[in-house]
């Protein structure tokens, strides 16, 4: 009796309280005003910084519409008579195309070859080359696995999904099948069926049963049916319904969301009535819980409307609700399954590739055509619709229409979508803007934005530049990369702390990008990730790199192209032979801990 | 943690975790614009703390098995609970330390809280308010706030981050980013097991440091020649950079981490015992450091709470907790202060342990343990200004309802804004102040009136302090 008194406080009304004066609840509602675009706004600025230290480029030449995505951007820049940055040069691209293809800086001498190569369509090879190649499926193994958490939740199903995953990729399999099964995955056991691990993954367990006190593997499924449906329509959609999932949108959302502003919880209800006869029970065997292994089914009841919750606003009303498609309303036809129903509707909409070309887009050239990109406003995507008052939401709907058409057209293949964008000019444009920047530019993706490289590009950048990879655990396996992990918080606690500081996704939560901060560069100073990878006693590149030279300007350039993968400039190897003066190892430890440390290194540019 | 109630709310804990580990300010652009401040009303801070130490017992203490003891079922005949004064018992089994440090303690056992998670909880007892999903990425943590009101305090020789989480990231929710604040107000939160992101130790360490240091600026300065004024905003990562430098250029920094073995079997060789010794260090040395937010983790006793043969136990903790809040008092109340002969280090630093609710009382429940309860729990206060040996508030004979606020509005009882209204108070701030140029044009006030499910009183216990 005593959990209900615990749980009755949860309610949260949204009518006026008795004793609130009518002042108070407008204090309370105060209207939002449209927040403005933070994430571009950092985009742009961290990149003029960045870029300023770039060599400056001559004036902007014409540059040449490689595909439609060029078209859309030049298209609308010479439109509004927005002055745009140059092409990059080839070692810019040939860096920048190596981290996002890769997650990993170029091999010197491969960077050598592409930039010595004279062929007119040297880059569209390389490009191709990056995405035929291992690395690729290890990087966007590691981004897919970040996006859907895939984390220590699914047991020792993880490794399984993990090679799951990668073979997904290696074969690139329509995105839309992908995604239909791991919407649709069933079995006795999570740790067989890969695709049943992304539901699996997100149970909320119960309260305790004081009748069945050993029972812990209780499942509160109308909250995990809640929670799940959450997360996909954030990840699948781009649409997050975290608010109608415990009121309705109105008298809330007026000045958040036009779209969802005349959504109703009920609505939400029937979404989540795809999965209401889902349910994940964990297995036991031979007495004992098979801690983490689930069974995932459908003979559940039916999605209650007034059933208890745990983490929620109760719900109320009464019945099983039928599920039915947020963005339709079609129900299941006739015998289909709900979750086949909810499969179909969901992958054959629009909003699912606009949701995913919009995230692969944000990966690659800065932020999301729509900001942020888990929360579409649909009523702004044209101006017809968009209401009086309100911005039109994305910076090129028509573009990112065209790329969601291409990316149909093709058969849902996400290789298409990554190379079409590192085909565009659009992409290829330096970082570097000779002129004055203005904010207004942002949107038109006038010139590249930098980023900050990810926790696990940044590990696995620093060993390849000292030549001393790691030796991890990943399953039954030992990887050199992070990025080939399966589980990449498996490691030692120097490394953990070093990938958390660099915002590392616990997997957990969904992932984030993070700023910079004094930490950061705290342990980018002093952290053995660093330090000892730099001594020349510890092996990799440095002693070899010693042992080889005699000659200290070939030191400094080889120690360069290693690091940040180009040559000095000569003021630069002034200062580099400078510091190779005296004790000859030392100083080149030095020098590539500074280069370590310079945003050169830190920096996708 | 095993969470028995769940609290894995992966869709609103990911709006936090957008501060990952204290490092986010998630609107860096917000660098460039001034903060902008309005008075809202006018507190009248009291400013008897220059420095604040939060404990944070993160899990959920039971009330009624330590600072507002309660005879029941469950009461274990091992507490040996001993009548400490007239008006206090305490289980001297749990808290032998700390039973002899009361007349420095002020408990408050009126508290009262909306949540019974474990993740919202801790988000309140970072944020000093409710979680807003709509709001939570811009919204900053309560040291974070505190770092930017203290930030033209900062002297020249403070290198120490005025902010510094001790394990904060075992938190359920993390550590808080700075929101809306520039991110040069984060926290820095370090895992006191593994140490400070740890500087050079010796000469030659630092000497190396040094050498590399003075490299990595000449060659920024070289590298920099084609600059033409565009770098303002990259700016931005050299300035970490020469921060950074500065913190672990410093001797100081290594040495606050730097515990002999006496210490640590006095203080414990925990998160807590480690945090406070580390606490004690900070105020010590005086080095920039002002707020310290300690996590102690692994309170939430659903199962076998009395059991001595678990892993984590009510005992555990409590002994753990005791014994580093007590030597926390000792040492800091043994140190005359270097600015006021008159006082101690005590007298100038704040401690406060709060929680995020307390636990059901009665007998245990199936499987010998005792789930969340939020309708009254405690917390402490020491040093600082406040008058320590009271009791504010008073709960019934179970347990489960306050029956005296016991300060000055007699109808409320004590949240969690008025702990932070107090810490304020006592730091100097004016508490009813409001930030106004947010993202959302929301203002943030320091202390919200506006509760999550009632209105509250946006003041400070100024019956902790007189």
């Not at chain 2, 989480?165 to 370090?190: E, I």
Request: aromatic fraction near 10%.
């Amino acid at each position: 009796m005593r959990f209900l008194a615990i749980l009755i406080p949860l309610s949260m009304t949204a009518q006026t309280p008795a004793h609130q004066s009518a002042e108070e609840f407008e204090q309370a509602h105060k209207p939002l005003v449209q927040p403005a675009k933070p994430k571009s706004r950092e985009a742009a600025s961290v990149t003029a910084g960045v870029a300023a230290k770039l060599p400056a480029r001559g004036a902007a030449e014409r540059v040449a519409h490689r595909n439609f995505i060029d078209k859309h951007i030049f298209g609308r820049m010479a439109a509004n008579r927005i002055p745009h940055a140059p092409l990059s040069a080839d070692e810019e691209f040939a860096r920048r195309a190596w981290i996002d293809a890769t997650g990993r800086i170029p091999p010197p001498a491969e960077l050598a070859a592409f930039v010595a190569e004279k062929s007119p369509d040297k880059r569209a090879k390389l490009i191709e080359t990056l995405l035929a190649s291992d690395a690729f499926i290890d990087k966007w193994t590691y981004y897919f696995e970040d996006l859907f958490r895939a984390g220590g939740r699914m047991g020792p199903g993880l490794n399984l999904f993990h090679f799951w995953t990668r073979e997904w990729l290696k074969l690139d399999r329509p995105y839309n099948e992908v995604v239909t099964d791991m919407l649709t995955g069933a079995g006795k056991s999570s740790f067989t069926v890969p695709a049943a691990l992304y539901y699996q993954r997100d149970f909320v367990k119960a309260k305790d049963d004081p009748e069945a006190p050993d029972a812990h593997d209780l499942v509160n499924q109308p909250d995990t049916v809640d929670e799940f449906t959450v997360t996909y329509s954030k990840v699948f959609l781009g649409l997050n319904l975290a608010c109608i999932s415990c009121h309705d949108g109105a008298g809330h959302l007026e000045k958040v969301n036009t779209f969802l502003v005349t959504k109703k919880r009920e609505d939400f209800f029937r979404q989540a009535a795809f999965f209401g006869k889902t349910r994940q029970i964990m297995n036991w065997e031979n007495g004992y819980q098979a801690n983490t292994e689930y069974t995932v089914d459908d003979e559940a009841p039916g999605y209650e409307r007034g059933a208890e919750s745990i983490v929620r606003v109760p719900r109320r009303g009464k019945g099983v609700a039928p599920p039915a498609f947020l963005l339709t309303g079609e129900q299941p036809k006739a015998g289909e399954h709900a979750r086949d129903a909810l499969a179909r509707t969901m992958t054959s909409h629009v909003q699912f590739r606009r949701a995913l070309v919009n995230r692969i887009w944000a990966e690659l050239m800065g932020f999301g055509i729509v900001e942020p990109v888990d929360d579409f406003d649909l009523n702004r995507y044209d101006a017809k619709t968009t209401p009086a008052g309100w911005t039109v939401q994305p910076s090129n709907p028509v573009l990112l229409d065209a790329m969601a058409e291409d990316f149909r057209v093709n058969n849902h293949s996400f290789r298409h979508v990554i190379r079409t964008i590192l085909n565009s000019s659009a992409y290829q444009l330096s970082s570097h803007f000779a002129g004055e920047w203005k904010e207004d530019y942002t949107p038109y993706y006038a010139r590249k934005f930098v980023r900050m490289l990810s926790a696990a590009e940044l590990h696995d950048s620093i060993a390849l530049a000292t030549g001393q990879p790691g030796k991890f655990s990943s399953g039954a396996e030992k990887v050199p990369m992070v990025q080939q992990m399966s589980e990449p918080k498996k490691v030692d606690g120097e490394t953990q702390r070093f990938m958390r500081t660099f915002g590392q996704s616990n997997r957990d939560d969904m992932p984030k990008k993070i700023a910079a901060s004094s930490l950061q560069a705290m342990l980018l100073m002093q952290s053995k990730v660093v330090t000892d990878r730099v001594q020349s006693s510890k092996g990799g590149l440095l002693p070899a790199l010693l042992a080889k030279n005699s000659d200290n300007r070939t030191l400094v350039e080889q120690i360069y192209v290693h690091t940040v993968s180009r040559k000095p400039t000569a003021p630069e190897l002034a200062v580099g032979l400078e510091a190779l003066g005296g004790d000859r190892a030392r100083g080149a430890e030095n020098l590539q801990w500074a280069l370590l440390n310079s945003p050169e290194f830190l920096f996708n540019y | 943690m095993n969470h028995r109630v769940s609290d894995l709310l992966s869709t609103r804990r990911e709006l936090l975790r957008v501060g990952g580990h204290g490092l986010l300010g998630a609107f860096a652009s917000q660098a460039l614009a001034p903060v902008q401040a309005r008075a809202a009303g006018k507190s009248n801070p009291r400013g008897t703390a220059r420095f604040c130490v939060v404990i944070e017992l993160a899990g959920a203490l039971s009330h009624i098995d330590s600072f507002d003891f309660k005879e029941n079922a469950g009461t274990q005949k091992d507490f040996d609970v001993r009548q400490v004064r007239n008006d206090l018992y305490l289980p001297y089994r749990l808290f032998p330390e700390m039973s002899k440090e009361m007349d420095k303690v002020a408990i408050v056992r009126s508290m009262k809280s909306h949540e019974v998670v474990h993740f919202r909880g801790q988000y309140y007892n970072q944020a000093g308010r409710p979680l807003n999903p709509a709001q939570a990425t811009e919204i900053p943590s309560v040291g974070s706030v505190i770092s930017y009101e203290m930030e033209a305090l900062r002297r020249e020789k403070d290198t120490f981050p005025t902010y510094v989480g001790c394990n904060l990231d075992t938190a359920g929710c993390g550590a808080l980013s700075t929101g809306f604040l520039p991110p040069r107000f984060s926290v820095l939160d370090v895992d006191m097991k593994q140490g400070a992101a740890a500087g050079p130790s010796g000469d030659e360490a630092m000497g190396l440091l040094e050498e590399r240091y003075r490299l990595l600026k000449k060659l920024d300065d070289v590298m920099a020649a084609s600059r033409g004024g565009r770098d303002r905003q990259f700016g931005a990562f050299r300035d970490f950079q020469n921060s950074a430098y500065r913190i672990l250029g410093d001797p100081r920094w290594p040495r606050a981490f730097q515990f002999s073995k006496e210490e640590v079997a006095r203080y414990g060789d925990n998160s807590a015992g480690l945090g406070c010794l580390f606490a004690r260090n900070a105020v010590k040395s005086d080095a920039g450091t002002r707020y310290i937010h300690i996590t102690h983790p692994d309170w939430d006793h659903h199962r076998n709470i009395y059991n001595h043969a678990v892993k984590s136990n009510h005992y555990i903790r409590c002994n753990e907790f005791d014994r580093a809040m007590a030597a926390l008092l000792r040492d800091l109340s043994a140190e005359k202060s270097p600015r006021d002969a008159s006082k101690t280090l005590l007298d100038e630093t704040l401690v406060v342990m709060i929680t995020e609710f307390g636990r059901v009382p009665g007998a245990l429940n199936g499987i010998a343990g005792r789930h969340h309860y939020n309708l009254a729990y405690v917390s402490l206060f020491a040093g600082g200004g406040v008058k320590g040996g009271r009791i504010l508030g008073k709960t019934d004979a179970a347990g489960e309802h306050v029956i005296e606020n016991g300060w000055k509005y007699a109808k409320h009882q004590i949240k969690t804004e008025n702990v932070y209204a107090s810490i304020y108070s006592a730091l100097g701030i004016d508490w009813k102040k409001e930030l106004t140029n947010t993202p959302s044009k929301r203002a943030y006030r320091y202390v919200d009136a506006l509760g999550a499910t009632e209105m509250l009183m946006d003041d400070e216990i100024a019956d902790l302090f007189v």
